[in-house]
């Protein structure tokens, strides 16, 4: 099974990857993960990726391509996997295309996990964090006990930058501009399975589970 996770900032993409990877069985791969093995490991496609990271700036399509395309060539990867933010633009899409094809196999579902931007900016914007002890919470999902408070350690919670409702919107105009139009592509390829994201967590894993075929 070679899965592509889609879906916008704050659509619960990550928690369901890693839920689709254990159920069955497949290495769940972020493309923040296979930079920070690469740098670590110092492999050279590492060390051009640490060039431009420590420069500020975004890491090219070609070498995030590279990158990719060697994590899913190893033993691991055999059996399938799950990409999760990846890919985010159509030239990266062909780019997979075309290393999944030298392995002599292909992408078997993109699942787009739709929620509208409304649910987005909602669920983002009422994030806090403890600056202590790193917990989480939502001020209408997850209150700390006492209002403003962390209950783990008693810090003062605060609200990421990338939380924001004016960061979110904007994060959600280039996700619309630059990966939506993944959705058409792997629509047009026959492949893309459709989730509404807005469902308890719990239902929409039993809705991927069974548009995967289980």
Known sequence: M???????????????????????????????????????????????????MDAGKLVPDELVCDLVADRISKEDCEKGFILDGFPRTIPQAEALDAAVEKLGTKI????????????????????????????????????????GICDVCGSAIIQREDDKPETVKTRLEVYHAQTQPLIDYYSAKGVLAEVDGTQPMDTVFAQIVEKLGE
């Open 2 to 52: 070679r899965l592509i996770m889609l879906g916008a900032p704050g659509a619960g993409k990550g928690t369901q990857a890693v839920r689709v990877a254990d159920r069955f069985g497949i290495p769940h791969i972020s493309t923040g993960d296979i930079f920070r093995a690469n740098i670590k490991n110092g492999t050279e496609l590492g060390k051009k990726a640490k060039s431009f």
């Open 108 to 147: 078997d579902y993109a699942v787009d996990i739709e929620v509208p931007d409304e649910n987005i900016i909602e669920r983002m914007g009422g994030r806090r964090t403890c600056p202590g002890c790193g917990a989480s919470y939502h001020i209408k999902y997850i209150p700390t006990k006492k209002e």
